[in-house]
Every structure is written in structure tokens, then in C-alpha cells.
């Protein structure tokens, strides 16, 4: 089999009658027969492979003569055929982690992504995975695919990709009327052998997953745009469990919104209107719901402004109520809402190490409003107390490079107030989260290695308490996937974790991260959380220290659209949970994404 270099490398072979192969030189020279050949043209990712004189990377596979009058594709009996065959790099790394910019795969320093990606051009806010912008992260593709613009695919010079016909298409002759089509087919699997701490049975569950999700574009002029997103999606598998709306979904409206642009007071403005993604919080705070089938979905309005260094953004939504047995039957879910603002400033840029620096500064407010079992917080006996929910989110959040060093440091005090449901009673909230992710970032001569420290705070209160102010934190919607812990095991309450982390990219398509994080409960008082609700053991777990979960994984993408991903972790708990009936396990889960 051939070598996939990783930089530009040009393979030529000579091509005699039937397309055999004469012995070929290429880094010092090696023999190939017809077979290797084939394997290695139809494994290349599209638009890079070249074949005849003077013959350019991002031009279409074509064979010509070399002057013997041989029709192109046939060679001659006694004049070879030079063939040349230009493997083009790899695409980078486009499965962004967390928070803007730590643990990147790779250097995303300055503008980086205008370059390699299809942002808006929103100026410094574009800088690292382009989460500063508010619309998500955005490399070659958004995750949300209505953050990309392919406008500049006007000119047909600039088609290099054989999807680029659905990414522009002119709908009259100035081309100032014209539709984008997005897609994204996932598959992914997992395997537990303690699923849930040892909670949650049968034992050795495996569960398989496929989601679709479609969407369409249409941009009229450069003030209005519509743009919808379809959604299906269905689970399976062996000892499964959990198979409820977030895993299973007839075909349904996932995005439909429309959107109206203009500049206001020196600012490039928007107003959204519609059922949309969210994506403009922290993502250690909340996130699209990736772990599941189904993202979530919000339906009311957005409206931002964008200035040179300065931006600020407000919403009010409430979440699409998602049904699994009909088809286009989604709703409003009035018992959740999500509203609030949020204001980011870019300070100046900055020199540090002898390197250039910069940084961004979050100062928001976040409020939910949650009834019924969503609101419902933990009370005696590991019971849940059912009724509604308002919290209150102030938080700020400071995030940047400086030289080698990447950071983000954040805090949420979180205030409110909770009325258990058939009461008048009404309890105070005050509560809050700490969070920070801190590392150095090495030269591309030690495989792009990233080392840092992840620490995490989520207050805790006391759940034997029937009334008084509630000191437990919660995060409804779910942080960003894996953030936290690879099994989803743990959520963001009654939690501290230390989670040291090395990330190493040896090729810009491939990249392998280590984790180690370490769990405690923050109050022995209120019990361990996950996604949906609290722990209940068999036994009365009285120790602090949960577990800890060494976990690692790997990201490849195989070309510009298709990526592969998996990750694996050994859950151990610890001596005083498995006393009270917890377990230890393993977890494994694989994700193969097609996405244009």
C-alpha cells in the first residue's frame, strides 16, 4: 500500500498498454502494481488527485499524451505514459472541544479559520473555532449549518469541492437570489458494561444510533434570508435503554426561521425569528444536546449587534416540544423556557512570551424557567420534589491566548426561586459554578501537544431540607458533550472535579486526546446528579470522593466530509460508592459523521 503523506507530494508513474505499472520513483523510489495504484486514487479525499502534464491539484482527474498522438486514456505500446498523481494534505481537524480556544486540535491563533473555514465575516470574533461570534463553532462547517456562508462560491473559479454545487446555487442571473443546501448523516454506537454507575439495567448494554439532519438555505439580497432543517432519527440495539424523544424522531421540523439583517449604529444587526439552535453561552454551561439524536431546538427570537471589538446579543425562546410518534407534530414546549443577553468585548491585542496574544470577555445573563419533572429538585431519601423552577444566571467568563498559554475562566452565581408543586411555599435559590481550563500550548515540532488542567466547581446544597434558601446548581440543558466526563455520567451539580489532559495531533487529520478527571461531591448532603435528575443506590453512599474516569480519544477526519471519532473510559468508582451500591464500568462510543 502507498504512503499518505501528509503534505503535498507528487507520486509519477509510468503507464504502459493496459494500464500496468512500471516500477515508479518516488522518495527514494518503490515498486507498485496496478492494484496499489487503485486502492490509493480512489482512497484520496476529492479534488486532489491529478493525472497527466502540468496538471494542478484542484483541477479534475484526466489522463493526456506526452506528444505520441495517443488519444488521451490509451497508451501507447512502445512510448510510456507519464502519469503524475498530486496528494494533496489532509483537511485539519474540524471536531471542535470546548469552550474558545482551549484544547484545540490545532493552533487556531489569529484569523485562522476565515482561511479554512466558511464563517461570516464577523472580524475578531472569527479568531480561534469562531464560537466568540455566538452562532457556534465554524470551521469548513458550522454546528449550525445556517453560521456558514458560501457566498463567496458565486465565482466558479473558487468551486474546488464536488458539494459546492449545493453549497451555491444562483436563483437569478445577478446571483443575488441564491439557496445553500447543508446535510449531516451520523452514526454512532455505544457500549456499557455498567451503564449509570451500575443503576441503570440490563449490564453489557449496547445501543446503535442514526440521525439525519437536512437543511435548506434561501438567501434573498443581503438583508433576508429563510432558512429550515429537517430532522429523523432512530436508536436500536442490544439491552438498550432510554430510547425516549431524544433518541427516536419521526421526520419533523428541527430549524425553521427566518432572519433579517441591516446595519444600525455603526453595527452589522440581526433579528431571527423562528425555531432555531441556541449556541451563544459557555458550553461548559450549555450546549446543543449532542450525546442524544435530537439537539435541541428553541422556538422565538434573537437579535445581535456586532461592532469592530464589541458585541451584544438577547433572546427569549422556549423549547420545541419533540414527540417520537408523529410525524411534523412538534410544538411549543411552554414548561422550559430560555431567555436572556449576553455581551462580548475583544480587548486590544497583546504581546506575551514574545508571542502574539488576545483575549475575549463574556459578561451575561442566562434565565430558565422550568415546571413539572423538569423542574423538580432532589429531596429526602433521594426523592425528587416536582414543581417550578426559575433560575437566575449571572456570569462572566474571560478566554483568550497568550503566546503558548490558552485559557478560559468563568463563574455563574446563580440565583432564583423554586415553589414545590401544591404548596405555597417558595424557596430562595443562590448557588453557583466555577470553571477553568488552563494550558501550554507546544511548538508543531512536538505533534502540536496540548497540556493543561480542567477544573470544575457546581455547588451543592441539601437535600434533606424541606425549606430555606437551595444551594444545589443545575444545568438543564446539558454542557457541551464530553466536556465534563466522556460516559455523561456526571452533571453539572453538587460536583468538583480536576481533570489533567494531554491532547497531541501527529497529523493535521488526526488527533488523540488523554483525560484523567477525579469526581467529588461538593456536599455530602445532596446527592450525585446526572442528566436527568439524581442517583438513586440501593445503600446510603456517605463518602465525598465519587470515582474517577481515565478516558481517551480519537479524532479522524477522513476528508473534508467525513470524520470518525471514538471514545473510551473506564469509570471507577469508588470504595464508599460501591458499598452503597454503586459500580464500576466501562464505556465505549463510536461517531461516523458524512456531513456537506
Request: aromatic letters at 14%.
Amino acid at each position: 500500500m502507498l504512503p499518505f503523506p501528509n503534505s503535498a507530494t507528487t507520486v509519477r508513474y509510468r503507464c504502459i498498454r493496459k494500464g500496468s505499472i512500471d516500477p515508479y520513483s518516488v522518495q527514494g523510489g518503490r515498486k507498485a502494481t496496478d492494484f496499489h495504484v487503485l486502492v490509493m486514487l480512489l482512497s484520496l479525499p476529492a479534488g486532489i488527485v491529478t493525472m497527466g502534464q502540468g496538471a494542478h491539484a484542484a483541477t479534475p482527474v484526466s489522463v493526456s499524451t506526452t506528444g505520441t498522438g495517443v488519444p488521451s486514456g490509451q497508451a501507447s505500446q512502445s512510448q510510456p505514459e507519464n502519469v503524475v498523481v498530486r496528494i494533496g494534505r489532509r483537511p485539519p481537524i474540524q471536531v471542535y472541544p470546548h469552550a474558545n480556544p482551549v484544547g484545540q486540535p490545532l493552533r487556531m491563533s489569529g484569523a485562522e479559520n476565515r482561511k479554512n473555514g466558511h464563517q461570516y465575516d464577523w472580524g475578531v470574533f472569527n479568531r480561534g473555532n469562531g464560537e466568540s461570534a455566538g452562532f457556534g463553532p465554524v470551521g469548513t462547517y458550522g454546528v449550525a449549518p445556517w453560521a456558514e456562508d458560501w457566498s463567496n462560491l458565486r465565482g466558479r473559479k473558487n468551486h474546488n469541492d464536488p458539494f459546492d454545487v449545493l453549497k451555491y446555487i444562483p436563483l437569478t442571473r445577478s446571483g443575488n437570489v441564491w439557496i445553500s443546501f447543508s446535510g449531516e448523516t451520523r452514526l454512532r454506537n455505544w457500549f456499557e458494561t455498567r451503564p449509570q454507575l451500575g443503576t441503570q439495567k440490563p449490564n453489557d448494554s449496547g445501543r446503535f444510533a442514526v440521525r439525519n439532519l437536512y437543511g435548506a438555505d434561501l438567501h434573498i439580497g443581503s438583508h433576508l434570508r429563510f432558512f429550515g432543517q429537517l430532522v429523523n432519527a432512530d436508536a436500536a440495539g442490544w439491552g438498550g435503554y432510554g430510547y425516549g424523544s431524544t433518541y427516536r424522531k419521526r421526520l419533523d421540523a428541527q430549524q425553521a426561521f427566518v432572519e433579517v439583517r441591516w446595519n444600525m449604529l455603526g453595527a452589522r444587526s440581526g433579528f431571527m425569528f423562528g425555531r432555531q439552535q441556541f449556541l451563544d453561552a459557555p458550553s461548559y454551561m450549555l450546549y446543543a444536546r449532542e450525546t442524544p439524536n435530537v439537539p435541541l431546538s428553541w422556538d422565538g427570537f434573537r437579535g445581535y449587534m456586532v461592532w469592530k471589538r464589541v458585541r451584544i446579543d438577547g433572546w427569549d425562546f422556549v423549547q420545541t416540544y419533540d414527540s417520537e410518534n408523529k410525524m411534523f407534530h412538534d410544538t411549543e414546549n411552554y414548561a422550559s423556557r430560555l431567555y436572556g443577553f449576553n455581551t462580548t468585548w475583544a480587548p486590544p491585542d497583546f504581546t506575551f512570551m514574545g508571542q502574539k496574544g488576545y483575549s475575549f470577555v463574556d459578561a451575561f445573563y442566562i434565565g430558565y424557567k422550568l415546571n413539572g419533572a423538569a423542574g423538580a429538585i432532589a429531596g429526602p431519601g433521594d426523592s425528587s420534589v416536582k414543581g417550578s423552577n426559575t433560575r437566575n444566571n449571572f456570569g462572566a467568563r474571560w478566554h483568550g491566548v497568550a503566546g503558548p498559554i490558552e485559557f478560559s475562566v468563568g463563574g455563574i452565581w446563580q440565583g432564583g426561586v423554586f415553589r414545590p408543586a401544591g404548596t405555597t411555599l417558595a424557596r430562595n435559590v443562590s448557588a453557583y459554578a466555577i470553571n477553568s481550563s488552563v494550558g501550554y500550548r507546544f511548538s508543531e515540532k512536538t505533534l502540536n501537544t496540548f497540556a493543561g488542567i480542567q477544573t470544575d466547581v457546581y455547588s451543592g446544597g441539601n437535600s434533606t431540607d424541606r425549606t430555606g434558601t437551595v444551594g444545589t446548581y443545575i444545568s438543564p440543558f446539558n454542557p457541551q458533550t464530553n466536556y465534563l466526563d466522556t460516559t455523561t455520567y456526571m452533571t453539572a451539580s453538587n460536583l468538583i472535579s480536576f481533570a489533567p489532559l494531554v491532547r497531541i495531533t501527529p497529523f493535521r487529520s488526526v488527533s488523540i486526546q488523554f483525560k484523567y478527571p477525579l469526581f467529588w461531591r461538593d456536599s455530602v448532603n445532596d446527592p450525585i446528579y446526572k442528566s436527568s435528575g439524581n442517583y438513586k443506590f440501593s445503600g446510603n453512599f456517605r463518602g465525598r470522593f465519587i470515582g474517577m474516569a481515565p478516558q481517551v480519544s480519537i479524532a479522524w477526519q477522513i476528508n473534508t466530509h467525513v470524520s470518525w471519532t471514538q471514545y473510551a473510559s473506564r469509570f471507577m468508582t469508588s470504595h464508599a460508592l460501591n458499598t452503597a451500591g454503586g459500580s464500576s464500568g466501562t464505556y465505549y462510543q463510536s461517531n461516523f459523521v458524512f456531513r456537506f
